[in-house]
């Protein structure tokens, strides 16, 4: 048997924004409780926002204590500060961090015995669904606007903590590609880096199946298309729109089928170093790809390959396998991702101590190799 578990409603396209209002209208919501991040504010992206509950005279309270790598404290602020401003639905505005601050919040909210959020971590047994959320990405990465996933950092124990919860997905998500115009291009490469990641993760998990695989092929071409320009010039919008589902669509694959080691070996950099999320994916993806080509999933890397722009035509399994690699490398190194974990300041004495946290990682039983914490320091090592 299989799952599929996607948004109430979607909408995608410059200025889809303006949905806000006709939406919460339509379910009768009256305040708002909007969470973004306090560079968006800076910037004046939040502005784009609070212009359409203005103008529809929707009263809203800003929550802006987003961290990159969210923690368990900014949760439970998010929690107290929902409590105290009579708001009855959440707006969700910025990358993977926003979005994944205010599942949390809103999970809590309605499932107070998971207060401590620690007990959120894993598949957690919450029995109502959260606080309704509309959820706008400003990066074209995580797709946290369409996953039933989020991550919280528990900074004590110096863990990323992957908490998986059909109960969490936004009601709405509204992908606006005109909210992602001024990513500069680190984050554009990395966020972007970071959907290739899952769309090649979950092609490759034991649990894809034929929806799953569709969705990824289709995002691995886009991201292969599309990634490069988006980078160069920020202002391409039919780049930066065809990222903008790219994204999600790799989102409505991995979300149901899962990831692999690469999300479990970049989750502790986060938590160790606070390494972007969509940097530390980008430059540990080459180095899976080469461990995972031994399982059975190395017959379906023509197929990435072919995807990545490749003419695939009369290569054997080797060589399929040889060219997907070179493609995500070639991609990788021509929007300047960092190739070597040294170059972001990850310490050689930490990698014992990473590699028995990935292995520990909830997206480890993705993998379509066994692994153990031991073959894990040893792709840390070739990585370093």
Not at 150 to 159: L, T
Request: charged share 25%; proline share 4%; aromatic share 6%.
């Amino acid at each position: 048997m299989k799952r599929l578990i996607l948004n109430e409603t979607s909408y995608f396209g410059a200025g889809a924004r303006s949905v806000i209002a006709e939406e919460a209208a339509r379910r009768g919501f009256k305040k708002a409780f909007f969470v973004t991040d306090k560079d968006l504010i800076k910037f004046g992206v939040a502005d784009k926002i609070t212009e359409v509950l203005e103008k529809a005279s929707i009263p809203y309270e800003i929550y802006s204590d987003v961290k990159a790598n969210p923690t368990i404290a900014n949760v439970q602020n998010g929690v107290k500060a929902f409590k105290n401003s009579g708001a009855d639905f959440i707006i969700a505005l910025g990358g993977g961090s926003s979005i994944d601050t205010a599942k949390g919040v809103g999970i809590v909210v309605n499932n107070p015995d998971f207060a401590d959020v620690k007990s959120l971590e894993g598949v957690a047994n919450t029995k109502h669904k959260a606080v309704p959320t509309f959820a706008l990405p400003t990066t074209a990465g995580t797709a946290a606007e369409v996953t039933i996933n989020y991550v919280i950092i528990d900074e004590d124990a110096r863990k990323k903590m992957v908490c998986v919860d059909p109960n969490d997905i936004p009601s709405v998500a509204i992908v606006d590609p005109e909210l992602m115009m001024s990513m500069p291009k680190g984050l554009t490469a990395a966020t972007g880096m970071d959907a290739l990641t899952h769309a090649i993760e979950s092609f490759i998990t034991p649990g894809a199946w034929t929806i799953s695989d569709m969705l990824e092929i289709k995002a691995i071409e886009m991201i292969a298309k599309n990634l490069k320009a988006a980078v160069d010039n920020g202002k391409d919008i039919e780049a930066r729109d065809a990222m903008s589902q790219a994204q999600y669509i790799a989102g409505m694959g991995f979300s149901n089928v899962g990831l692999g080691i690469v999300h479990s070996m970049a989750h502790p950099l986060g938590a160790f170093y606070d390494t972007p999320h969509g940097v530390a994916n980008a430059l540990l993806l080459p180095y899976v790809m080469e461990y995972n080509a031994e399982s059975p999933a190395g017959e379906k890397y023509i197929d990435i390959a072919k995807a990545m722009g490749v003419d695939t035509k009369g290569m054997s399994k080797e060589e399929g396998i040889k060219a997907a690699i070179k493609a995500v490398k070639d991609l990788s190194k021509s929007i300047n991702i960092p190739q070597k974990l040294h170059e972001i300041g990850v310490k050689e004495e930490d990698l014992k101590a990473l590699s028995v946290a990935a292995f520990n990682d909830v997206c480890t039983g993705g993998n379509p190799r066994a692994t153990s914490p031991e073959e894990i320091f040893e792709i840390y090592k070739t990585a370093f």
